[in-house]
């Protein structure tokens, strides 16, 4: 009896401790933008790192200053929502802090290629895409000096891993043209002369599935979509939400709020793509959109200021940097 009461309270306090352990766990997300401290026009790429150790890149756009940017570190996967040059990367800024947060400067071309292949190709990062974007992808990252066995398709409702974590494809409501300044000569320049641009597929957003619990949703650019609710919410149940917010192009404050309170409810956001220069001195300005937003939103909204990593417990709380 009595040695069968110890055996139970060891099972418990191991228990107690595993419990902890996973509490304490926490995915890292860190914002890579143009100012440091700040939360600046073209600001879109985030690093997140599980608890195993496995980074992510998303959406690398301008401010990921090429594949020598010594914020990277290691990349383990590179995923891109959409090929727009502010998120594919048509340009990259020179150094950090370059220009203004409210113009920063771009001033170094990444066309043909893009920031993001050049990225994915020199870090040797597995480079997620969807739609019919994989054959475009797999000819630039050889152009690019990489393996096109890198370039892993991923369309809506599909799943993969890398590491430990699950990423899943969801849709996004928004176009997905690309640029003439991404393809080779002859025909960038036939399609520029039309005003046209090329076919690569719909645009997407994602779901990751951390390995501490934490769901976050990056919705690339989109609309107010039913998917928001019936798959991110419904089916995935996303405690995070990456939302863009900046309007003209997709959700602006308003609208974005709608999301996150009526559709998705995670427990936090973080704001994206706001395209204003939303902070000064690390201090929201109270008249900017990001302010609108915050305000209208019920869950906790963390300004996502290039350099400082906020952490995230399973349950989509942040529980440092925020
Ligand atoms: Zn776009």
């Keep these: 009896m009595a040695r069968k009461t110890i055996r139970a309270a060891v099972a418990l306090a191991i228990g107690a401790l595993a419990a902890t352990g996973a509490a304490a766990q926490t995915v890292k997300i860190t914002p890579l933008g143009s100012h440091d401290g700040e939360f600046c026009p073209l600001d879109r790429a985030l690093i997140f790192e599980d608890p195993d150790g496995t980074r992510i890149l998303y959406d690398a756009g301008r401010t990921v200053r090429g594949a020598e940017d010594p914020r990277l570190g290691k990349i383990d996967a590179v995923l891109?929502?959409?090929?727009?040059?502010?998120?594919?990367?048509?340009?990259?800024?020179?150094?950090?802090?370059a220009g203004e947060c409210a113009k920063p400067d771009f001033s170094v071309k990444a066309t043909p290629n893009s920031n993001t292949v050049n990225i994915a190709a020199a870090k040797k990062a597995t480079l997620i895409v969807g739609g019919e974007m994989p054959t475009f992808f797999q000819v630039k990252m050889k152009d690019a000096g990489g393996d096109p066995k890198q370039v892993r398709l991923l369309r809506f409702g599909a799943h993969t891993t890398v590491g430990k974590v699950g990423?899943?494809?969801?849709?996004?409501?928004?176009?997905?043209?690309?640029?003439?300044?991404?393809?080779s000569k002859e025909h960038g320049e036939a399609l520029a002369a039309n005003g046209l641009t090329a076919y690569v597929g719909p645009p997407g957003g994602y779901v990751l599935q951390f390995s501490n619990g934490l769901v976050a949703y990056l919705s690339g650019d989109t609309g107010i979509t039913a998917e928001q609710d019936l798959v991110v919410r419904r089916y995935y149940k996303a405690n995070l939400a990456v939302m863009n917010i900046g309007d003209v192009f997709t959700t602006g404050p308003k609208e974005a709020a709608h999301v996150i309170n009526q559709l998705v409810k995670p427990k936090s956001v973080i704001p994206s793509h706001a395209n204003e220069a939303a902070t000064k001195d690390g201090k929201l300005l109270p008249k900017s959109k990001t302010a609108a937003f915050q305000k209208a939103v019920k869950a906790p909204v963390h300004v996502p200021l290039s350099g400082r990593t906020m952490e995230f417990d399973g349950s989509g709380k942040c529980v440092a940097g925020c």
């Design 80 to 97: 891109l929502s959409h090929v727009h040059g502010d998120h594919l990367g048509d340009l990259h800024q020179p150094a950090a802090n």
């Design 167 to 183: 990423i899943v494809s969801v849709p996004a409501v928004h176009t997905n043209g690309l640029s003439p300044a991404f393809l």
